[in-house]
């Protein structure tokens, strides 16, 4: 590296670059970063459809990309806990299990969500 930090335009086109990379790794490597994606592909229409206007649209979209946000950040953990050494250590494995719980309340939230919303506009 030269040394000299990128700024303007060239730093944005860079900086996407490396989140398509990464994300491109997420989907080579973890199998529940596929499925929490494809339920997004699957519930997107479906958030058009039950929104009533643009804030419920929004807040069902979001609460799904929030899932996708935990995982890969979670999946991130993983990849720096596993990369320093496979012997088990408590700080490594609490790191893990907080990543993995902040996927498992990202899903909570969706859960609950997408049910209120549900319940409102059918029952």
Request: some cysteine; hydrophobic content about 55%; glycine content about 8%.
């Amino acid at each position: 590296m030269d040394g000299v930090k990128k700024t303007g335009l060239r730093r944005i086109v860079n900086a996407t670059g490396y989140s398509l990379c990464g994300l491109r790794a997420a989907w080579r490597t973890e199998a529940a970063f596929r499925q929490e994606v494809i339920l997004v592909v699957i519930l997107l229409p479906l958030a058009f459809l039950l929104g009533n206007n643009g804030v419920e649209r929004a807040l069902l979209l979001s609460v799904c990309m929030v899932v996708v946000v935990a995982e890969l950040l979670n999946s991130a953990i993983e990849a720096v806990v596993d990369r320093i050494g496979p012997e088990h250590h408590s700080l490594a494995g609490a790191a893990k299990d907080m990543g993995s719980a902040a996927v498992f309340v990202s899903l909570v939230m969706v859960v609950m969500v997408w049910g209120v919303l549900l319940y409102e506009r059918f029952c």
